[in-house]
């Protein structure tokens, strides 16, 4: 199955391993590294001024205008 998360990118759900409120980014050394990683490695897709989550997956990251409640619940219903 597949799932919008916003920015015009659909993600396979098979293929996601978190999403994560993006607040955390702020908080922790650990997902600004990874963020940072894959800002230069070119794999970072989606808005950071508009996010309100991060959904990692296995080879991409993005940021999401959706919160991860909704994120959550669109994954769980499929």
């Known amino acids: 199955m597949f799932i919008y ?3 015009n990118h659909v993600v396979e759900s098979k293929y996601i ?9 702020r908080t922790s050394s650990k997902l ?3 963020v940072d990683d894959f800002k230069q490695q070119d794999k970072l897709y989606g808005e950071e001024e508009s996010a309100k989550s ?6 991409v990251l993005y940021y ?3 919160s991860t ?10």
Do not use: C, F, R, W
């Open 32 to 34: 600004q590294k990874l």
């Open 17 to 25: 391993i978190s999403i994560l409120d993006v607040q955390l980014e």
């Open 64 to 66: 999401s205008p959706l």
């Open 54 to 59: 991060i959904v990692i997956t296995d080879d």
């Open 5 to 7: 998360i916003g920015n």
């Open 69 to 78: 409640l909704t994120l959550k619940k669109t994954k769980k219903n499929m």
